[in-house]
C-alpha cells in the first residue's frame, strides 16, 4: 500500500511519480509538476519514503562528515572519528535474496537501432558487493562493472550498443552479500553464469513485463527466494539434429495442442498462459484484434471445458500491458460466465498480470 513520500508508478497507464498526499482510497500522485489522483489499488511502489529518507540521510551524513574533518587539529592530536551507520529500510520479506538482470530497450520501437540499459535489480535487505561480466567462449571474461547495490534498490550497469551485443554471447554475475553494523544470516558467494540468444534483442515479444520495471524487458532471473537459478542447457548435438530433421519435414509443422498442466502445489489450480507468443508460432498478418479474439477464443475453450469441474481454480495469465486482454475477460466473466467466481491472482507469483477464476 503506497504511502506519502512513496515513488510509484500506474498500474494500468503510462506514469508516475510521488504521493504527495492521500484522502481515502485517492492518492495524489505530483506526475512532472502536475498532481494526478489516482485509486490506491491503482499504484505500484517503486521506491518506498523510507527508502528515500535513507539516502538522503547517507548524504548529509558525507557532508557533514567532510565539513568535521577539515576543522580536526593535526594528525598528531586526532581521535579516530567513525560516524554512526545509516539505518537501512528494511522489508519483512527482505532477508531472502532475489535479483534479477534486465535489458531494457531505449525504444521498443526501433528494435533494430536502439541501445539498451541493462539492470541489477537486488530485492533484499542485503547489500551486494557484485561485478558484472561478458564473454564471447563462456571461458575469457571481460569485466564491465565492479560495484556495490544498496537494498530494496535497481541499478543501472551497463548501456549497450549494437557493436556490444556481438559481445554477449555469455553474461555472468558474481556477488557477496552482507549487512552493515547488524547482524545477519550469512549467504553463500554466487557465479552466475547464462548462454544469451542475442537475437531476441530484436524480436519485440522476447520483451516481456516485469514486476520490477515500468516497460516490457529481457529478465534474467539469478536468485528467487533465495534459490539460485539454474539456466537451461542444450546439448549441441541433440540440436543440430533437431535442426536436420526440421529442414527434411515435406509440411509444415502445425503446432499441437496446448498442454495445460497442473502446479504440484495446488491439484485443482490451473495455469493457462494467454500471451499470444506461448498460443501461436506467427502472427504474421494478424491485426491487433485478431490477436484479442484468438486469446478471448482460447479462454472459452478452457472455461468450456472445466465448466463442470466445480472447485477448480483456473489462473489466467495475461500481463499487464494497456489492460486490454484482462479487461476483455473480465467482460466475459461478468456475463457469458458470470455465476463463476473470480479475482486477481497471487501478487507475489504473477505480479498484477493473471485472474484467477473459480469454477462454481
Not at 527466494?225 to 526440421?246: F, G, S, V, Y
Amino acid at each position: 500500500m503506497a504511502k506519502i513520500g512513496d515513488l510509484v508508478r500506474f498500474l494500468n497507464s503510462v506514469g508516475g511519480g510521488r504521493v504527495t498526499r492521500i484522502e481515502g482510497r485517492i492518492a495524489y500522485v505530483d506526475d512532472d509538476g502536475f498532481e494526478t489522483p489516482m485509486l490506491m489499488n491503482e499504484l505500484v511502489v517503486v521506491s518506498p519514503a523510507e527508502s528515500q529518507i535513507a539516502k538522503v540521510a547517507a548524504t548529509q551524513a558525507e557532508e557533514t562528515k567532510t565539513k568535521e574533518s577539515s576543522r580536526l587539529p593535526e594528525p598528531s592530536a586526532q581521535k579516530a572519528y567513525s560516524p554512526a551507520p545509516v539505518e537501512v529500510f528494511e522489508t519483512p520479506t527482505g532477508d531472502r535474496l532475489n535479483i534479477v538482470l534486465g535489458y531494457e530497450a531505449a525504444d521498443l520501437k526501433q528494435l533494430s537501432t536502439t541501445t539498451f540499459d541493462a539492470y541489477i535489480v537486488n530485492d533484499s535487505n542485503y547489500y551486494l558487493s557484485l561485478c558484472y561480466m561478458i564473454s564471447n567462449d563462456g571461458k575469457q571474461w571481460n569485466l564491465v562493472t565492479d560495484t556495490v547495490i544498496e537494498p530494496n534498490t535497481q541499478a543501472l550497469i551497463d548501456e549497450i550498443g549494437r557493436e556490444k551485443l556481438s559481445d554477449m554471447t555469455y553474461v555472468a554475475v558474481q556477488y557477496v552479500a552482507y549487512k552493515k553494523g547488524k547482524p545477519f544470516e550469512r549467504k553463500l558467494p554466487v557465479w552466475f553464469e547464462q548462454k544469451m540468444d542475442m537475437t531476441k534483442f530484436f524480436k519485440l515479444h522476447c520483451f516481456k513485463d516485469n514486476v520490477y520495471f515500468e516497460s516490457p524487458v529481457i529478465a534474467v532471473e539469478i536468485v528467487i527466494n533465495d534459490r539460485q537459478h539454474q539456466p537451461t542447457l542444450i546439448n549441441e548435438e541433440t540440436l543440430k539434429k533437431a535442426l536436420e530433421t526440421k529442414i527434411k519435414e515435406d509440411k509444415p509443422r502445425q503446432r499441437p495442442v496446448k498442454k495445460f498442466s497442473h502446479r504440484k502445489d495446488t491439484e485443482s489450480l490451473l495455469e493457462v498462459d494467454l500471451h499470444i507468443n506461448e498460443l501461436l508460432d506467427n502472427t504474421a498478418g494478424m491485426s491487433a484484434a485478431d490477436i484479442l479474439n484468438y486469446q478471448i477464443d482460447t479462454f472459452r475453450k478452457v472455461m468450456d471445458a472445466n465448466l463442470t469441474n466445480h472447485g477448480r481454480k483456473i489462473v489466467f495469465i495475461h500481463g499487464k500491458g494497456e489492460g486490454v486482454l484482462r479487461k476483455a475477460i473480465e467482460k466475459e466473466l461478468n456475463y457469458r460466465y458470470k455465476k463463476h467466481r473470480y479475482q486477481d491472482a497471487s501478487f507475489k507469483e504473477y505480479g498484477f498480470g493473471a485472474t484467477q477464476v473459480t469454477i462454481v
